[in-house]
């Protein structure tokens, strides 16, 4: 009964399966670029950062889609960060198609709104530390609602099905951060590296039965 880090060549996968190690409970953490070994997984993780251009199509040389789509459509399985983008239909970085397991878009922060309550201008890309706000799901058990995670984005999500929405956050405008249907979680932040809350949230992915 294994948890699989998907490994497509882009993202730290070091920092994502020691997190998840050290909340496994003893179960196995593979990381892995084997679609069979990502078939026979109990749960699946799909992380990643860098170009939405360059993860699908290293996505692709790697013989991953499949794979990716039907544990999206069958397992337990969290995205993280650009893995919550590449489940979108289309992002404007590269004007590329996704995988399209959720529909909507993937739009850059606009300039135009890139400031601070007080006026102070904002940089793109976010980076740093950011306040949730959650709406109900299971894996956000044991974690205070307004809890800080870790980000680093340029760009965000836009579902066109709001009632998937299962976080928010605000950076110059208020942006989707977190999202879920049935077996499948997926954020923007980067659980691995927001400390006790990011490592509750990858505990209650381990023992979450969808």
């Not at 996704?98 to 922060?109: I, T, Y």
């Not at 890309?125 to 870790?150: T, V």
């Amino acid at each position: 009964m294994s948890i699989v880090v998907i490994d497509y060549g882009m993202g730290n996968l070091r920092s994502v399966s020691k997190a998840l190690e050290h909340v496994a409970g003893g179960k196995q953490v593979i990381v892995t670029a084997d679609p069979a070994v990502v078939a026979t997984a109990e749960r699946v993780v799909f992380p990643g950062q860098g170009a939405m251009p360059d993860c699908m199509r290293e996505l692709d040389a790697r013989g991953l889609r499949p794979a990716v789509l039907a544990a999206a459509a069958e397992k337990p399985f969290l995205g993280i960060c650009i893995g919550l983008q590449m489940l979108f239909e289309h992002s404007e970085e590269g004007d590329v198609a996704g995988l399209g397991v959720f529909a909507g878009d993937v739009r850059r922060f606009p300039e135009a709104k890139m400031f601070a309550p007080d006026g102070q201008r904002l940089k793109v890309p976010h980076m740093g530390w950011n306040r949730l706000q959650q709406k109900p799901h299971a894996l956000w058990a044991g974690i205070a609602d307004q809890a800080r995670f870790y980000f680093v984005h340029s760009y965000c999500v836009q579902p066109a099905d709001s009632t998937v929405v299962t976080g928010t956050a605000e950076y110059g405008i208020p942006f989707t951060c977190a999202v879920g249907r049935d077996n499948i979680f997926a954020v923007q932040f980067h659980p691995e590296k927001s400390a006790h809350d990011g490592l509750q949230l990858l505990k209650n992915f381990v023992e979450w039965q969808p």
